[in-house]
């Protein structure tokens, strides 16, 4: 009877081990992106522009995105995770023509903010891009990518779009 119950405690203890880990993950500042993970609709002015998909990936600490453009051919996919070495999320963006954003920032009052330096490959050489991912009250989720050439005086938008979830 003893060879039975002790694989049960050890299992029983390493379940409960592993989900206290996720609960206390669950709470941490790897967790704030969360509210972009699922299957999304993608529009501007009510108009259907594309087809995105962000999972969770490497228990919890990395974010997958996977966007499909609905008109044209094209495709991305991102990476998204927070780096506690320097207190920062970070993200890598690449398109199918190998155009790419490193991104670095942080959430705070309900906003995901993340932004570049000159060392991405995205459009003009000097050129800044800054993107938000806003939590609307009803679930949905608002981006806007914004760019500079002139470090930061005007800004220009070169996506406005808002996440619907799949139904």
Do not use: C
């Not at 992106?33 to 995105?52: C, R």
């Amino acid at each position: 009877m003893k060879r039975f119950l002790l694989p049960i405690f050890i299992l029983l203890y390493f379940v409960s081990f592993s989900q206290n880990s996720i609960a206390d993950n669950a709470t941490s500042k790897h967790r704030q992106f969360d509210f972009w993970l699922g299957e999304w609709d993608v529009y501007t002015n009510d108009e259907l522009v594309g087809h995105n998909t962000v999972n969770l990936l490497q228990d919890g600490y990395l974010l997958q995105e996977n966007w499909v453009s609905e008109k044209e051919n094209f495709t991305g996919t991102s990476y998204s995770f927070y780096n506690d070495k320097i207190d920062q999320w970070q993200q890598i963006w690449v398109d199918k023509n190998g155009n790419n954003l490193l991104l670095k920032g942080a959430f705070e009052k309900g906003e995901m903010v993340l932004s570049s330096s000159t060392d991405s490959y995205m459009g003009e050489d000097q050129s800044l891009h800054r993107i938000s991912w806003i939590i609307m009250p009803n679930g949905d989720v608002k981006q806007i990518w914004e760019s500079t050439i002139d470090d930061g005086k005007i800004w220009s938008i070169q996506f406005e779009g808002v996440y619907k979830k799949k139904k």
